[in-house]
């Protein structure tokens, strides 16, 4: 998957390795705290959401299903060396330079299942998920809520 933009504050695609649009993320403007709604274009269907918790001290952002349960949250874990986050629910582990939007995102065996790269090509950054094939296409949009809150959560803490 790629996606190209300038900030979260829009709207935008995400698209498949061949530049087709196959997920557009939207978001919701009249919310308290950022919220995003990830829509399956071929199945013209919500089918993840994404909103940011305004009453926690640290960055936590919320991944929720299509059925508007919440199946994460993402909040980064104390670390000296590197940038490291949990995905509670999940238990998923994010590791990497989050920063610099090169990270992996593992499960529970610490297998990984996706991979994501920031690529500077052109005046807007495009960032590079690599879910792995082994994947259930169901948890698809779930990588995909985790890892726009991950750069919430990483936006968050640079204001």
């Given amino acids: 998957m790629k996606n190209q933009l300038l900030s979260l504050k829009r709207d935008f695609n995400l698209k498949n390795e061949d530049g087709d649009p196959v997920y557009k ?3 919701k403007w009249l919310s308290i705290g950022q919220q995003f709604r990830i829509i399956d274009l071929a199945q013209d269907k ?8 305004m009453i926690d001290l640290m960055p936590t952002v919320d991944v929720y ?3 508007n349960d919440k199946v994460a949250e993402i909040r980064k874990k104390v670390s000296l060396f590197r940038d ?3 995905v509670t ?25 996706a991979r994501i ?15 792995e094939d082994h994947v259930p296409a169901d ?20 204001e």
């Avoid at 919500?46 to 918790?53: L, S």
Wanted: hydrophobic share 45%; net charge negative; proline share 1%.
């Fill in 25 to 27: 993320i939207k978001n």
């Fill in 89 to 113: 629910s999940l238990d998923w582990n994010v590791k990497g330079n989050i920063l610099d939007f090169d990270f992996r995102i593992t499960d529970e065996n610490g297998d990984q299942i």
């Fill in 65 to 67: 299903d299509e059925n």
């Fill in 84 to 86: 490291n986050y949990k």
């Fill in 117 to 131: 790269d920031r690529k500077l090509i052109s005046i807007r950054d495009t960032f590079v998920i690599d879910i």
């Fill in 46 to 53: 919500e089918v993840a959401q994404v909103k940011e918790q």
């Fill in 139 to 158: 948890v698809v949009p779930i990588i995909l809520g985790v890892v726009m809150a991950i750069d919430l959560v990483v936006e968050r803490e640079e």
